[in-house]
């Protein structure tokens, strides 16, 4: 099964910016995946997706305008830019893909903290 490894996370200043990325060790070609932000005593919620080819991107209305998500299926990558950044924002970041017919792949999370 592939496996999924973020990085990039860290401690930010608000207004600040830091990009994930999310190395896959096999094919993702065909998958859609996602990001995912797990705050503090609340549920993991999706924040960002982008289909198998990289055409259509999604946001949650708390991340549009200030995050990016895209994807390098040479590379089998997928990256959040994330500008903007509010101390709501402090959560772990997680990758996810999904396939149909295929279990669902996560990452192990990358903490972000934004704070002064």
């Known amino acids: 099964q592939v496996q999924l490894v973020e990085s990039g996370g860290g401690l930010v200043q608000p207004g600040g910016s830091l990009r994930l990325s999310c190395a896959a060790s096999?094919?993702?070609?065909?998958?859609?995946m996602g990001w995912y932000q797990e705050a503090p005593g609340k549920q993991r919620e999706l924040v960002a997706v982008?289909?198998?080819?990289?055409?259509?991107?999604n946001y949650v209305d708390s991340v549009k305008g200030r995050f990016t998500i895209s994807r390098d299926n040479a590379k089998n990558t997928v990256y959040l830019q994330m500008n903007g950044q509010k101390p709501e924002d402090t959560a772990v970041y997680y990758c996810?893909?999904?396939?149909?017919?295929?279990?669902?792949?996560w990452g192990q999370g990358t903490q972000v903290t934004v704070s002064s």
């Open positions: 996810n893909g999904n396939r149909p017919g295929f279990p669902s792949l």
């Open positions: 096999g094919s993702i070609f065909r998958y859609t």
């Open positions: 982008i289909t198998s080819g990289g055409t259509t991107t």
